[in-house]
């Protein structure tokens, strides 16, 4: 499903990924971990188009198109969606007319009829029940005064909405509490499919004991130093981010990820 | 005119001479003046403006363009009053309607106390000029009491079908001075829209004058749509006077004219009065949009919200001078103003100024002024969850003046307001790709 070959991704003028490989396969979940500066959601932005995010090198090759010559929304259309770690605060824009405008753009393109607002209804009341979200955060600006817990469950909701191919879940466990963290693991876990993947990008073990992984990658300066299953995750929390640090010294751009 | 204007009575005459000394005196204004600063009028001043001379065949398709269905409909034609394109076939109880050349003349109660005194012309060079030539338009009156449901609509349509230097079909260029007269009698209540509409792609001067009297504990919400020709020049002052617990609101909506001036000022001349003074504007190719509003708090107990939003596009200037004066005696005053604008362009520019002067000691008086671009982040967020960069800007633009929006109370105006900037909005941004450089690069 994704194909990434030593992606180098500048910030302004700063180096940040000097060469990641990742594969996923469909019905895949990969865990990226590392520690704050490492690389981890520049790749996920970068995956997303964002426009700070200048691709100096490599190639991503998503379900046998070129990703990176993609613009972010044909990239959301085409089924990529990424779960912001700051979802941004839009007023006077509605969320569930935002969402319906989102959904619509995507069914379009899948050459789908649009959602009358009485269907759109219809589908967002079933999302919500799955994922505890409270009605109300529908007729709110998007994410306007959400409390950290809510926006990062209004992300969730947006993805169970519009059910992507690849979902990329920009560090969705920090700051939530260990409730709203089941409840994000949970609406994650209930769309689980063979043919949807997830990249599940976080500072911490602990989403992962929720949304269990089926491989681990460590990431650090820009690089993945190393791969393994979800036992890595637990060697990491049990030996700290310092424990990569030997990996990277000896030269970690060719240890790279699973091939 | 002349002959009409002989059959006036004697104080209007006596008005519209003073106002022509008045105006004889001081001139057109110059950008050597500090209200005038950054609006150059020698387009309108150094131009030949012959006055025009009543109706022409266009002003039915552009009436019918913009009526809104079951409203009292007013139409003011070149300055005069046009009854065969006005509806007041449904005239609901307590309303009382005159031209205002018939008003005058037949002494119709209210007119000679009102007409030209809601404010002072002296510092208002251009509607001294309106006086001077003050010879018709239309006065609403509602009876004390009455509570208007039916909404007003005044269509004021400017233009001429004579041929013209550049086009035989018309557009030869004509100045009008309409003006509008509202007084809304105790406890009473009235919804009236305004929309200046012309003669598409052709120079005209429209220079009007509204004047809104608000009675003890009324309510007069007044919608203005400026709509203007491109090539149009637009001026005009609302002037309102509110009294003790009357409430009044203004909301503006403007896209059109090549110069737009608004002069828009409220006296809070009662304890307890408040009001409204809201507007978007919309300013892309060459045009420059002035609003120069004026709050003057001058009793206790009043209060008065101002939000002015702005959305500017290409070469375009505008200016925004919002003034408020709190008076000595205007103790537990509370302002609250807000001005922001968007700029799409980098060669657009904003003048914007708050002029607070504030004489009483226990007031409460915000100010905020804040000139920005499209945040790119949210742009960046709803193109990732699937819209094209058109829809998600259109979306951003429709949320930023969606608050100014959201006051006008008339479902079928609101609906044509809507339509009008939206329309123009995305001619706007057919002509430019939109993008800016990244900004944010925060939080990797």
Known sequence: ??????????????????????????????????????????????????????????????????LLDMDP??????????????????????NAYFLKAALNAKRKQQGLDELDAMDFMALVKQKLKILHVDESMLMRSVNEGFSGGEKKRNEIFHMAVLE??????????????????????????????PERSFIVVTHYQRLLEYIVPDYVHVLADGRIVRSGGRELALELEEKGYGWTEPALRQGAGQAGARQ | MATLAQAAPAWLNERRESAARQFASVGFPTTRLEDWRFTNVSPIAEANWPLAQGGFAQAEALTAAVTIPGAVRLVIVNGQFAA?????????????????????????????????KVFSIASHP?????????????????????????PIHIVIVTGSDLPSE????????????????????????VRVAQTFIGVPDT???????????????????????????DQAFHIANIQAHVEAKGVFESHAFSTGARIMRHDIGIGLKGEGADCTMNGVYLADGERLMDTHTS????????????????????????????????????????????????????DATINSNPQLEIFADDVKCTHGAAVGQLDEEALFYLQARGLNRAEARDMLLHAFAGEVLEGLKIPALREQVEANFFTRLRQDSAGQDGGHAPQDTEGR
């Open chain 1, 1 to 66: 499903m994704l194909e990434v070959k030593n992606l180098q991704v500048r910030v302004e003028d700063k180096e940040i990924l000097r060469g990641i490989n990742l594969s996923v396969k469909a019905g895949e979940v990969h865990a990226i971990m590392g520690p704050n500066g490492s690389g981890k959601s520049t790749f996920a932005r970068a995956l997303a188009g964002h426009p700070g995010y200048e691709v100096t090198g490599g190639s991503v090759n998503y379900q046998g198109h070129d």
């Open chain 1, 73 to 94: 929304d044909e990239r959301a259309r085409d089924g990529v969606f990424m779960a912001f770690q700051y979802p941004v605060e839009i007023p006077g824009v509605n």
């Open chain 1, 164 to 193: 992507p191919t690849l979902a990329v879940l920009d560090e969705t466990d920090s700051g939530l509490d260990i409730d709203a963290l089941r409840v994000v693991a949970d609406g994650v876990n209930a769309m689980r499919s």
């Open chain 2, 84 to 116: 065969g394109l006005s509806d007041l076939s449904v005239l609901p109880k307590g309303l009382r309607i005159a031209s205002l050349r018939d008003g005058a003349r037949d002494a119709t109660d209210g007119i000679e106390t009102y007409l030209g």
């Open chain 2, 126 to 150: 251009f509607a001294a000029l309106n006086t001077s030539f003050l010879d018709d338009g239309v006065a609403i009156m509602v009876t004390k009491g009455a509570v208007v449901e039916t």
């Open chain 2, 166 to 189: 550049a086009s035989a079909k018309g557009g030869q260029p004509v100045v009008a001075h309409p003006r509008v007269l509202i007084v809304a009698g105790e406890h009473s209540q």
């Open chain 2, 203 to 229: 120079a005209y001067f429209n220079n009007a004058v509204i004047e809104v009297v608000v009675g003890p504990s009324a309510l007069v919400q007044l919608y203005t749509d400026q709509r203007e020709s």
């Open chain 2, 295 to 346: 709050l003057d708090h001058a009793r206790p107990h009043c209060t008065s919200h101002q939000i002015y939003k702005g959305i500017l596009a290409g070469k375009s200037k505008a200016v925004f001078n919002g003034r408020i004066i709190v008076q000595l005696d205007a103790q537990k005053t509370d302002a609250k103003q807000t001005n922001r604008a968007l700029l799409l362009s980098d």
